[in-house]
């Protein structure tokens, strides 16, 4: 029975982004900047980003430098790595990762590129980027379970946190470039055992998911953005607005 699960609060937590930015040390790119337009092999996007009909309000969790109508994004024309380490999830986890993947990709025209299942543990305190030649050399997105003991961000009734790390290009446009995902273990083992426990940990998962890709928190109960659970299981008409935004930015 879900009532057995106080879901308030669950969902409240998000690693601030500019905590890992600032921990981020880029330098410019080396490269000069549009080469493969020269060489008429510009880059294409997988999809357009659908064109949504709702409305609804949405925030982005950063804006370029100047322009607070333009997110910081994922490049939607560079596949976004990303694995998967189940130690401490619930069976059947991976099943739905896969679907909030989907449901992701379809929403903001973005693609990841599922690189298999490893064992690395999440940093939500020491995110750092590779900087190799001047481009970012980085990690795959990590999407892991863990506990509070762990992961601090995780304590009381949060039930993931999630979020991206930006590093400017060589046009001084800010990027994610990596990221991750760490949902609580023990939350989703509670909420495994309810009538309702799969639908609503693919919502926390969405919610995650949201942040990764650039949402930050709206103060409505009709988005799953909202930062409280108020029993949405799937993305409201101004989530679906944000992340076809997120996914329309300019590509690399
Ligand atoms: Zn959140």
């Given at each position: 029975?879900?009532?057995?699960?106080?879901?308030?609060?669950?969902?409240?937590?998000?690693?601030?982004?500019?905590?890992?930015?600032?921990?981020?040390?880029?330098?410019?790119?080396?490269?000069?900047?549009?080469?493969?337009?020269?060489?008429?092999?510009?880059?294409?996007?997988?999809?357009?980003?659908?064109?949504?009909?709702?409305?609804?309000?949405?925030?982005?969790?950063?804006?370029?430098?100047?322009?607070?109508?333009?997110?910081?994004?994922?490049?939607?024309?560079?596949?976004?790595?990303?694995?998967?380490?189940?130690?401490?999830?619930?069976?059947?986890?991976?099943?739905?990762?896969?679907?909030?993947?989907?449901?992701?990709?379809?929403?903001?025209?973005?693609?990841?590129?599922?690189?298999?299942?490893?064992?690395?543990?999440?940093?939500?305190?020491?995110?750092?980027?590779?900087?190799?030649?001047?481009?970012?050399?980085?990690?795959?997105?990590?999407?892991?379970?863990?506990?509070?003991?762990?992961?601090?961000?995780?304590a009381g009734r949060v039930a993931g946190v999630g979020g991206s790390v930006a590093v400017p290009d060589g046009g001084g446009i800010e990027r994610y470039v990596t990221g991750g995902i760490t949902l609580?273990?023990?939350?989703?083992?509670?909420?495994?055992?309810?009538?309702?426990?799969?639908?609503?940990?693919?919502?926390?998962?969405?919610?995650?998911?949201?942040?990764?890709?650039?949402?930050?928190?709206?103060?409505?109960?009709?988005?799953?953005?909202?930062?409280?659970?108020?029993?949405?299981?799937?993305?409201?008409?101004?989530?679906?607005?944000?992340?076809?935004?997120?996914?329309?930015?300019?590509?690399?």
């Amino acid at each position: 029975m879900s009532g057995q699960v106080d879901r308030t609060g669950l969902i409240a937590g998000v690693v601030a982004l500019a905590a890992a930015v600032g921990m981020v040390v880029a330098v410019p790119s080396l490269l000069p900047s549009g080469l493969r337009d020269v060489v008429g092999l510009g880059p294409e996007r997988f999809a357009d980003a659908p064109d949504p009909s709702g409305t609804g309000p949405y925030a982005f969790l950063a804006t370029q430098a100047g322009d607070p109508d333009v997110p910081v994004g994922y490049d939607p024309c560079q596949r976004i790595p990303l694995r998967v380490n189940l130690a401490g999830a619930p069976p059947g986890s991976l099943e739905l990762v896969m679907r909030a993947i989907a449901i992701v990709e379809g929403a903001t025209g973005l693609r990841f590129d599922y690189r298999g299942q490893t064992g690395a543990r999440p940093r939500w305190e020491g995110e750092t980027v590779p900087v190799i030649l001047g481009q970012p050399k980085a990690s795959p997105v990590l999407v892991s379970w863990a506990t509070a003991d762990e992961v601090d961000a995780l304590a009381g009734r949060v039930a993931g946190v999630g979020g991206s790390v930006a590093v400017p290009d060589g046009g001084g446009i800010e990027r994610y470039v990596t990221g991750g995902i760490t949902l609580d273990s023990e939350a989703f083992a509670e909420i495994d055992a309810t009538d309702d426990g799969r639908a609503d940990q693919l919502a926390i998962l969405l919610h995650e998911f949201g942040h990764l890709v650039g949402l930050d928190h709206v103060d409505d109960r009709g988005e799953l953005m909202n930062a409280v659970s108020a029993g949405r299981t799937s993305y409201g008409p101004g989530d679906l607005r944000g992340l076809a935004a997120v996914g329309s930015i300019d590509c690399g």
